[in-house]
């Protein structure tokens, strides 16, 4: 790669930079509204973001080969399509984006946005997007790729969008194909720490309460009398018998199936889901969404939630399978490792997306989960990037 200059857009922690400066690239600007995240991004490489790019003339930022950006997604206006002389861009991001490259006309555009861009109201989303670039004088491929780390070994399930776009004068893109054939095996274990070489380790692991919780949902999984286990959510407040005053058709169809087949499982097993109750009211953190199981780790004789890998969310206690960890999130829903009976810890999220061990994450916990859940994975930006400048290349390596 010739040395280039890039800005980094809605910079968060700086996903694309760790990708861009590793390609060659020396960023010559960075915005992003968050403080936290701009504390962040300095303390890391030495540059200080701008804040509200809605603020910034684009006349202010330098000139640069490459604008990147993981651009927060609102819904477009269909007035422009209905009235023909508004811009259905307007008041989004994305159109700070658009004034920029009319200005600046950089050579390359690589933006990342959440899976639903693609199929947001009704596919106009996209073509919206799509035709914009498009009349700003880009090459870009007929239908955003859609990718995650685990299809190349990085254990994160995380799809995402990702827009290359070149300018008409420097050439196009080749078109992107990958097939299942093409998929690298994922394994949590390529990014978990020792815990012997975690700092203050008891922060991380579960407490006494919450391991007998999971043991009493044990006790539930292994011990029910099923051909499969449930696919529907369990709510022990409904594994009882059903109420002859409570009219179910006030609730949606969906409510109303879950509570019948929480129903029917009580009914086949109500010896055993009796003496259970009372067992799992005597744990002080059995209530609410606690009191609930997602059972996702698919159909085994021997489950075992320990084995697995579990998140606390609204909805209840989601197991999934150990093979590669649900999307970080920029809330704190972090997954616990239920080998490790503990919680992923700041530098294992890191390594999720493929930042560098060295990588000094916000000091504050709950900052640098959420920045780890917002930012960008750096070796599928690296990856893309170079598919857009036309290097031919492998896919990535796990954590490379």
Not at 286 to 291: I, L, P, S
Request: glycine letters at 6%.
């Amino acid at each position: 790669m010739e040395p280039f200059t890039f800005i980094d857009l809605f910079c968060g922690i700086g996903g694309f930079h760790q990708a861009m400066e590793s390609l060659g690239g020396t960023c010559v600007f960075a915005s992003d509204i968050d403080v936290d995240c701009r504390k962040t991004y300095q303390a890391n490489y030495g540059l200080a973001p701008a804040g509200d790019i809605t603020k910034i003339d684009a006349a202010a930022i330098p000139a640069h080969d490459v604008l990147c950006g993981g651009f927060p997604c609102q819904a477009f206006s269909k007035a422009g399509n209905r009235l023909g002389f508004d811009d259905p861009t307007k008041g989004t991001l994305f159109f700070d984006i658009c004034r920029i490259l009319a200005y600046h006309q950089p050579k390359y555009v690589l933006l990342e946005n959440v899976r639903n861009l693609a199929s947001h109201d009704k596919g106009n989303t996209w073509r919206v997007i799509h035709d914009k670039l498009e009349g700003l004088g880009y090459n870009l491929l007929p239908e955003p790729v859609i990718f995650s780390p685990h299809y190349v070994g990085i254990p994160q399930h995380r799809e995402r969008v990702y827009i290359m776009c070149v300018r008409k004068d420097i050439g196009d893109i080749a078109p992107f194909t990958f097939t299942k054939e093409q998929m690298i095996p994922c394994s949590i274990d390529s990014i978990l720490q020792d815990d012997n070489d975690i700092p203050n380790i008891d922060e991380y692991r579960i407490s006494a309460e919450m391991e007998d919780l999971i043991d009493i949902w044990n006790d539930f999984i292994q011990h029910i009398k099923v051909k499969r286990l449930p696919g529907f959510p369990i709510w022990s407040d409904r594994l009882c018998d059903l109420d002859p005053n409570e009219n179910l058709a006030q609730y949606p169809a969906w409510k109303q199936n879950f509570i019948l087949k929480n129903n029917e499982l009580y009914v086949n097993n109500r010896e055993f889901i009796d003496r259970w109750i009372q067992r799992a009211h005597q744990n002080p953190l059995f209530f609410g969404a606690k009191a609930k199981l997602e059972w996702q780790a698919g159909q085994t004789k021997h489950p075992d939630i320990w084995n697995q890998i579990f998140q606390l969310r609204p909805s209840g206690i989601r197991v999934k399978v150990n093979t590669y960890f649900p999307a970080l999130v920029a809330i704190v829903q972090t997954s616990i490792i239920g080998s490790r009976r503990r919680f992923l810890t700041p530098r294992e999220c890191a390594r999720l997306q493929n930042f560098p061990d060295t990588f000094q994450p916000d000091v504050k916990q709950a900052q640098a989960y959420k920045q780890f859940g917002n930012a960008v994975n750096v070796s599928l930006v690296k990856y893309f990037a170079r598919h857009m400048f036309g290097e031919a290349q492998e896919f990535p390596v796990c954590c490379s």
